[in-house]
């Protein structure tokens, strides 16, 4: 199945626009209960104000939450990235760790967070199970856990792990494009003779077509 979905999405990747591991961890904490699509309209104007991480440690915070406001959860969210950058000032002299350990006890960052982090700022193979993620690891009858670290950890041995990162895009891209929560368009899927879950969306191909969403999300 991840071969197949390797070839159907060659250029699968991080949809977060990001040019440097602080950017990115800013960006993935912004994205949570919001689309990356929207996340990157906000993030130009933020990054090119906040460069380092001193730079949001000092930040005033109303600015900082009228700036990431549209992204939802904007008080939480302003409070979790000034946390997290007051730590990395105290802790790691301003700049982001490249292990999951110090990553995950950063304020806000979660070990979803942390291996989007660590699989795309820093080449880390890294399993990222979200939403998407776990709703199709449970179709495709990789696992039955719920948890998703349980998940990952299942996952983890079935993919190489080389392929981690990969992987975890590939699966993301497939649930936004066509195996989405509500009706999956399962007569226009390309795992159709090998997913245990075929025929939980319709199947009539011209009807399936339709449900598909083409993309970019970015
Ligand atoms: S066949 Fe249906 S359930 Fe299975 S991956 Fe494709 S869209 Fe999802």
């Known amino acids: 199945m991840d071969r197949i979905l390797t070839e159907t999405y060659p250029d699968a990747h991080c949809e977060l626009d990001f ?24 993030t130009p104007a933020l990054f090119a104000k906040y460069r380092a ?36 000032c105290d802790r790691h002299g301003g700049e982001v760790p490249g292990r999951l350990d110090d990553l995950v006890k950063l304020p806000g960052v979660g070990r979803k967070t942390a291996n989007v982090v660590l699989g795309n700022a820093f080449g880390v193979p890294g399993i990222t199970v979200d939403t998407h993620f776990q709703r199709l690891a449970q ?35 497939h649930g936004r494009r066509v195996c989405h929560a509500r009706r999956p368009a399962c007569g226009a899927c390309p795992l159709t003779a090998l997913c245990p879950s075929y025929g939980i969306g319709p199947t009539d191909p011209a009807q399936a077509a339709k449900l598909v969403r083409p993309g970019p999300f970015s």
Not at 20 to 39: F, G
Not at 63 to 88: P, V
Not at 148 to 154: A, I
């Open 19 to 42: 040019s440097n591991p602080l950017e990115l961890l800013v960006a993935t904490i912004l994205s949570a209960q919001c689309t990356d699509k929207r996340v990157n309209i906000v």
């Open 53 to 88: 991480a001193e730079e949001y440690a000092g930040a005033d915070r109303a600015e900082l939450e009228e700036l990431i406001r549209s992204t939802g959860f904007y008080r939480a969210k302003a409070g979790s990235i000034i946390g997290m950058a007051q730590a990395l």
């Open 139 to 173: 179709r495709f009858g990789w696992t039955t856990e719920t948890d998703p670290v349980k998940v990952e950890h299942v996952v983890a041995e079935l993919i190489p792990r080389r392929d981690w990162t990969m992987t975890s895009h590939r699966l993301i891209w």
